[in-house]
């Protein structure tokens, strides 16, 4: 018991690939989309912020660095599993609830608990922080099967997952935060142009001609 | 629908990494677990047949190459959230037998389906095959946590899986290719000995000496 | 000696890349290969099977398993090098032969020794099984070469290769099991669409209005 | 100019490997360390408030998750190379900060420049948080050579790193959470006990006779 | 101190990869680079010996290999860090040759250090050879900006390495070697066309056909 | 045909893994390996010509550069299969003289011909520069397998290459920069120590300690 295994359990988050079972070009571990889900969350926030709505701050943070800590017990589950069943859902859920709680009980010190049972809480709720964790979560999804989309991965599953993302970003809509991103984020994701390997050659003639001059 | 996907399938199998989220020197993906395994049935099968036993090598074949391509369509679900409770477990079950079943539907020709409705069912059962497979797929895993610990992982889990499977090939012990795996395999397996970094000085002081004779 | 070194040197065979001094998006090792060699050997002796042919379901598998395993004791040889003439090949091919038997005279236990050698021929003869393991050898290796070329690969080695393997399939063109994969399995290959880059913005715009509506 | 770049520049830090050119068995990466820092100061933080100290939340985790984000445009450079000489680390000081600024002024729309300059000042001030995020940049170091050297790595540097994050820690020893650190978590990482392969034989053997019982 | 730490830190330049913190599809290394570039210096010191200069073979070779050798003591600088100012890049540079100075006086045997000054002295000066490393070392980086943006890599900082090394190559533009390169080897670089993915049911049917006939 | 495919061929080198088919911590290349091997020749000539005799360089860069080259077409034959018959090793031989021949035929422009067949000669031959490649080429091999050793690698294999490479270098003991290998370098090799583990808790208190005085 000790708060040593809570900080090498940390360790763990970094070795668990994001979408196991599929070629990818780039992979991404749990710990570093904890990480890029809390910095977008962080900008979201802002722009709620200056809309005029209160943000709390901590809230914000706790809930966008510890969404996927549960993973650590529970293994990838893949979606359609998760999802089979109204019933099935509902097990896996208290399964996970029990072993975050058994988890704390065995490896946080009494003085930590109420803290760190807090912490691991569902994070998603209705409140802003929540809604805005549920799009920060998505807008990484998204970045992530771009890249894929990007680099030329010809498995569908990339595109659907592109699609789901943003799907479930369109829910948040009314958010100020989901309308920036949709009016000047998402625009210039789209519009990324890269030189093909076509022009190649006239760009080196014109650097060539240039340089002889 | 078709054969192609199916064929195409086989390659997420060898990007499905084994034992996820945790530090390992070497990594297996579960193509190449299948392959060992189906290679250690058909040792095993052929100490039972010198025994006198039956075999049936098509069976035994077939049950060893497919008995993990289900987790193609589950990811990876830790065994301590599968058998957290018999109802969960008995859900799981029921969900992994309609993905399977729902893929052979989509993606296997009619002409096929029953064959391979055949071929995915579960292998491990109380046939000489079902159990030859159960002791085969324990021996690698056995292997591999025996890397580990070889290798210096310090990470306990590798001791607790390599004695989680040793437990559960000592509960075939009735089984003449396990009397054979223990009397001959295993303790070769403990008594490989690599030479410490210590004896490196010696022995190179010895080569030289002898060159210069 | 012993079965321990038999069993531990199928690890090497996952450590054995396959096409080496190349670059490639995917690679694959000479274990994952053989387990897709076996399943596609399946299938075809499948379709042989429902053709009316009598399939030895025990010389298929133990052909498919086994076909690469020399690989472990003679490298990557390159083709070119190997068939650089008649007499080199033949040279090779005695090699080969003496190390595998080397390998069982001094590994594989007497009273398991001829079973052995038996599975350790060369299992590419003129039987059906021969021919059907020949087949399925170069299905993996066009998709293999075509997951190369599908990802962009710039190398024309993968374009010589899916050419190369596609005309040894040609040659066993009588086989049902050979019709099937042309009428059905390599035009669903080749038809596969992969969603372009420059679609991604008409697909979002889609989205985004269908949400909104 | 536009958040976008500023959310894809979150996907280099994932590329950038930490303590690069050396052989290191598990590599970390800036994003993943940037995670487990917050996280590590969230505990550190914990402990201070429940000392009686009060803990602005919000300034803790943006120190923490930004203070290695100007590596993105310095690169990794060395630590006997910045600190070569007073001078030299004033300059390099400097022309990080014009870095950071011009970042600013390019990326950021004019609305969130106030804010993100604020949030990319240097986190480590005299501040109960600046000296939090010191130890937990520290504690996050001290557990990657731990790692190194646990692993067995012949590598003198990460002892001589676990040392210099080590004394860095020590020089905050009036605060609270760092006695918490050196009373608990540091003699837990110390008697980690692993079993070494000596005793894997012994094990075995007991586990196969309690079996046989 | 000893030639053994020199030996030994020759497996670190290794280690150390190029452009860090940044995707690519294939990685290259410090010690990989500099063998490509004493080749490509091998072979444009050939094209300037065949047109009547004459080459000192010797400070060819020992330019080439040694020129990033440095790299090890002060970490990959991104080069606008570098170029920030000219006071900084002075005191970048003399405290690059402390650095080495330092190593040569402690790594070094006194009875080797003049030769080891030498060597590692700044490689790119005004003699032939030193603008043949300049070239060989853009050439290299030109090759490895070509491949990341002919594997379809959507970062834009490859297409700037491409025209920056190009650049840099294009003021050599007076020497024979740099005209042949631009006459021969780069429109062979810019002429590669690989097999489009469309192409290929085309080219499958055709061999098919062929094979039929 | 052209010397962009030369120059295309050298990241192939880059590619091709040295000692394929087992588990290694630390995986090297043929490019780095022929870095290395030409730096450890430079060392070497240079202790020969302090010792009077006379070494000329650019033979002796040229051998240590390309002597691994023709690697590239004949791919990684495993040294039992090249020696298993004097018959067989001529052979190969003659296939590899072929093979290197036909490239500077097909890709090496006419004028440029006569030189590379002498570059792309075997190295090792009875000259003093012949004999530093093969020692030098045995010390990277030595280092590589004691990179492994250090590193707590449990495959016998890398005592045997340690063993077989120290013997080589043993054979060229007559030569003065073997002598100084075997007094200077290989004594500072062997005695390389690194900090136990179980070192780590004493050095921690120690170190706390101190601080506190």
Same sequence: chains 1, 2, 3, 4, 5, 6.
Avoid at 16 to 31: D, S
Avoid at 185 to 192: A, Q, V, Y
Wanted: charged share 30%; proline share 4%.
């Amino acid at each position: 018991m000790g708060i040593h295994h809570y900080f090498k359990s940390l360790s763990d988050l970094e070795t668990l690939v994001r979408c196991p079972g599929r070629f990818k070009y780039h992979e991404h571990n749990v710990a570093s989309h904890s990480f890029k889900v809390t910095k977008i969350s962080q900008f979201l926030g802002t722009v709620e912020e200056q809309n005029g709505q209160e943000v709390d701050w901590k809230a914000l943070y706790e809930k966008s660095l510890n969404h996927d800590y549960a993973e650590l017990f529970t293994g990838d589950i893949k979606t359609p599993v998760k999802y089979a069943s109204a019933e099935l859902r509902e097990l896996f859920s208290q399964v996970e609830d029990q072993m975050v709680k058994k988890f704390i009980d065995t490896e946080i010190p009494p003085r930590f608990q109420d803290v760190y049972r807090e912490r691991f809480k569902e994070g998603k709720d209705a409140s802003l922080e929540g809604q805005i964790l549920s799009v920060a979560d998505k807008i990484d999804l998204l970045y992530e099967s771009f890249g894929e989309i990007q680099k030329g991965n010809p498995d569908p599953l990339f595109m659907e997952i592109y699609e789901g993302a943003l799907s479930t970003i369109m829910k948040f809509r009314e958010l100020e935060c989901v309308q920036y991103f949709l009016d000047y984020i998402l625009p210039d994701m789209l519009s990324e142009k890269f030189i093909p390997h076509s022009e190649l050659k006239e760009r080196t003639e014109r650097l060539i001609q240039s340089a002889d001059e």
